[in-house]
Structures are given as structure tokens and as C-alpha cells.
T-cell receptor
Framework: GDSVTQMEGPVTLSEEAFLTINCTYT??????LFWYVQYPGEGLQLLLK?????DKGSNKGFEATYRKETTSFHLEKGSVQVSDSAVYFC??????????FGAGTTVTVRA | SAVISQKPSRDICQRGTSLTIQCQVD?????MFWYRQQPGQSLTLIAT?????????ESGFVIDKFPISRPNLTFSTLTVSNMSPEDSSIYLC?????????????FGEGSRLTVL
């Protein structure tokens, strides 16, 4: 079945550092790919998405490109802030409409 | 966007009891789902709540343990029956407006259950 493998954390960075969280997937067909974020004390919310190969999703300075050839959707941000401290989930949605989540990566940004 | 409200936000329950979680969406949605997030783990889909018919359960989840209702397009309930400490989790309701697989899934803030 469909699955997502996500880089394990926790990840601790200094402000203005570069962040990458790796995500690879296994799926039949052409899934849609998502990154969700869970800030401390808040609910899960969509950060960005890409629905077909070579699409780039972007939001709040974060980017991720749907790479079909490497079955990857890595999340990147060039300069993180303390407010980016959160848990990040890579997710995949196939033709059955079910959203499959990765294990989540906890990111802590220190001032 | 869609605003999803869950009640209760948290509860402490005794072993053997049952608890019903309510999920209210601020507008009509096509699809509703229930997820579980066990401590320190990712989200696992429990079931798809179908309006006017029985929910569709994922492998490892059964109706007797997790009965679900969805009487209309904005409301659903999940009951955790005969609870044990292993049921201590965050239970999340989610919803999507359309029926495509590219649409955004909105989440409630979750119901944190602790079973003693």
C-alpha cells in the first residue's frame, strides 16, 4: 500500500540556518503530496502541497518539489526562525482519498 | 477554509468506560475522517465517516470498538468503547470540502484522552 518515509528527528537548529527534512514515498499511480505542520498547542494545518510531478509547493518561505523520478518531496527553508519550531509531517494522498502520514519530524529553532 | 470544533478537548477516563467525541464543521463538507495520534507517533486513519451510512474502517479498527456516526454534512461523532490505557491518544477529526484527492484536509485541534 501507499506509504511515506520521513527523516527522523528531532532536529535542532540555530536561527537563520538552512532546514531540510527528507521525505520519500511509495505509491501506485499519481498521488498528491503534502506537508502539514503542527505548532505547539495548535492543531494540524496544511503548509504546502503539490499535486503532480515537478510541481513546487511553497508557503511561509518553505518549499518542496514533487520529484517522481526519486519519489521524493523534501521540505526546505533557507533561513529558519524561532517561530518555525513545530512538528512537520509529510503526507501522501492516493486515489482512495486517504491521507497517509509520515512519522513526523520535530524541529526546534534556537535564537 | 473550514473550521472544525471538537469536544471534549481533553478528558481523563476510567478503564472500561466509553466516551463520545463530537466533531462540528462550520460548513458542509463532502468527506470526514477520524485519525488517532498515539503519544510520540504519527497519525493513523481510523475510519472514513460516511454521511447516512456505516463508516468505512481501516485495518485494525472495528465498529464495535470505535462506532462512528455522521447524521449530516457538518457533524460526526466517534465513540471509544470499553477503554483501556492503550486507548490513550489524541483523536482528530478531519474534513474536506470536495471529493478530489488534491484537496486540502482540515483538522480539528484534537481530543486528548487519558485512560487510567
Amino acid at each position: 500500500g501507499d506509504s511515506v518515509t520521513q527523516m527522523e528527528g528531532p532536529v535542532t537548529l540555530s536561527e537563520e540556518a538552512f532546514l531540510t527534512i527528507n521525505c520519500t514515498y511509495t505509491a501506485t499511480g499519481y498521488p498528491s503530496l503534502f506537508w502539514y505542520v503542527q505548532y505547539p498547542g495548535e492543531g494540524l494545518q496544511l503548509l504546502l502541497k503539490a499535486t503532480k510531478a515537478d510541481d513546487k509547493g511553497s508557503n511561509k518561505g518553505f518549499e518542496a518539489t514533487y520529484r517522481k523520478e526519486t519519489t521524493s518531496f523534501h521540505l526546505e527553508k533557507g533561513s529558519v526562525q524561532v517561530s518555525d519550531s513545530a512538528v512537520y509531517f509529510c503526507a501522501l494522498r492516493g486515489n482512495d482519498y486517504k491521507l497517509s502520514f509520515g512519522a513526523g519530524t520535530t524541529v526546534t529553532v534556537r535564537a | 477554509s473550514a473550521v472544525i470544533s471538537q469536544k471534549p478537548s481533553r478528558d481523563i477516563c476510567q478503564r472500561g468506560t466509553s466516551l463520545t467525541i463530537q466533531c462540528q464543521v462550520d460548513s458542509q463538507v463532502t468527506m470526514m475522517f477520524w485519525y488517532r495520534q498515539q503519544p510520540g507517533q504519527s497519525l493513523t486513519l481510523i475510519a472514513t465517516a460516511n454521511q447516512g451510512s456505516e463508516a468505512t474502517y481501516e485495518s485494525g479498527f472495528v465498529i464495535d470498538k470505535f462506532p462512528i456516526s455522521r447524521p449530516n454534512l457538518t457533524f460526526s461523532t466517534l465513540t471509544v468503547s470499553n477503554m483501556s490505557p492503550e486507548d490513550s491518544s489524541i483523536y482528530l477529526c478531519s474534513a474536506q470540502r470536495d471529493s478530489s484527492n488534491t484537496g486540502e484536509l482540515f483538522f480539528g485541534e484534537g481530543s486528548r484522552l487519558t485512560v487510567l
